[in-house]
């Protein structure tokens, strides 16, 4: 679909099952956690590694868009009503915990958030830990629906969320080398998106991590450019493409 | 020795620090959680209390726990109440995150 080869889906998918989470956390878990853990997880999955020791970096634009709604109005309304658990899953790294509890990982995990560059920053982060520190580092991106009149400050559309598994080195489950360097602002555009697929997401808040899938589907070179704030950018070029993604 | 805790207020974070808090530290410890002074600013707590905690050695004002009445009965003597004025040579902050995502510095006034 990314590579522009198919369109749309029929119908949409099902919330993720979330098995990995014990059945009353699965229950109550919100929707960014639904999608975000079932992302990291297939990532894992994909690239063969054991959650358990893989150090992550989870971005949102928004983080609970939803839950943010319900702690406004119900504050307004009747703080006295203000439910625990909605406020304990209303923090940004609510996603990240739970990551962390489901696969008991003990490795370093951090939630970051940049507004409308919440995904360069976020990829920066792993980019630069994953060069650092030399171990693998997982990247996990998402944002839900805007609800009530927060949508109108903090527009987003449908759920989408990705996740990437970056090695310092290639390993036989790799499936492209990448370059990247951060670089002054000169005039360069933010990538753009052209699959059906992609161009169906632009209204999600993360719509940022669209161009890179997309390269890395349609096996381009790049780069795809990320602004990072004021007067840089976060470069990413495609140098190699190794194993074919299960399509 | 003096401690700026989590202590968010809500009763099993509470209850567990201050249970950690007795079991590790002498009862001369100062320990305090400034988070009735400042609200708890989620992801901004954890920068917040280690400056706040770098000022209380700087200054030797140490803040108590604005807003608490009756101490839980997990609280070891300690958990304070009252800001005091006295030196201290080291301060720590401690900060607790989601999912297991905790963090304690140690500062020193003076060069280890």
């Known amino acids: 679909m990314l590579r ?26 919100p929707d960014t956690v639904a999608i975000s853990l079932e992302v990291a997880w297939r990532a894992c999955q994909d690239a063969g590694v054991d959650p358990a020791h893989l150090p992550t970096v989870f971005t949102s634009t928004h983080g609970d868009l939803a839950i943010t709604d319900y702690m406004c109005a119900t504050l307004a309304d009747s703080p006295d009503a203000l439910s625990p658990t909605k406020f304990h899953n209303s923090v940004h790294n609510a996603a990240a915990g739970y990551w962390s509890i489901a696969t008991g990982c003990m ?18 982060e792993a980019l630069v830990q994953v060069h650092s520190e ?29 996740a990437w598994v970056f090695s310092p080195a290639r390993t036989p489950r790799t499936h492209a ?15 753009g998106v052209h ?19 997309e390269t890395l589907a349609r096996r381009e070179a790049g780069p795809v450019i990320y602004p990072l704030g004021v007067g840089q950018v976060l470069s990413i070029s495609n140098t190699s493409f190794y194993r074919e993604w299960i399509a | 020795m003096a401690i700026n805790l989590h202590g968010t207020a809500s009763l099993k974070n509470d209850e567990v620090e201050a249970a950690a808090v007795a079991d590790l530290f002498p009862v001369k410890t100062f320990a305090s959680s400034t988070k009735g002074w400042t609200g708890h ?3 901004a707590a954890g920068i917040v209390e280690a400056l706040i905690t ?32 006295t030196r201290t ?24």
């Open chain 2, 89 to 112: 040579r080291h301060a720590m902050s401690m900060s607790f995150g989601f999912g297991g995502s905790n963090a304690v510095v140690v500062f020193g006034a003076e060069a280890a």
């Open chain 1, 195 to 213: 699959s059906a697929a992609a161009l169906a997401l632009r209204g999600n808040a993360m719509h940022q991590c669209l161009p890179l899938l």
């Open chain 1, 177 to 191: 080398a990448i370059d990247w360097e951060v670089a002054r602002r000169d005039g360069q555009e933010e990538t």
């Open chain 1, 134 to 162: 030399q171990r693998s580092v997982m990247l996990v991106a998402y944002d839900i629906e805007g609800k009530g009149p927060l949508a109108s400050q903090s527009p987003s559309e449908h759920l989408l969320a990705g």
């Open chain 2, 54 to 85: 770098l000022v209380a050695l700087d200054s030797g004002h140490l803040p108590g726990t604005l807003n608490t009445d009756e101490l839980d009965a997990a609280c070891g003597p300690q958990i304070r109440k009252d800001s005091v004025e």
């Open chain 2, 41 to 43: 600013t989620l992801g």
């Open chain 1, 107 to 124: 490795a370093p995990y951090t939630a970051v958030t940049a507004w409308q560059n919440s995904f360069g920053a976020g990829l920066l």
């Open chain 1, 4 to 29: 522009g080869e198919a369109g749309l889906l029929p119908e949409a998918l099902p919330r993720p099952a979330l098995t990995l989470l014990p059945a009353n956390e699965r229950r109550r878990a």
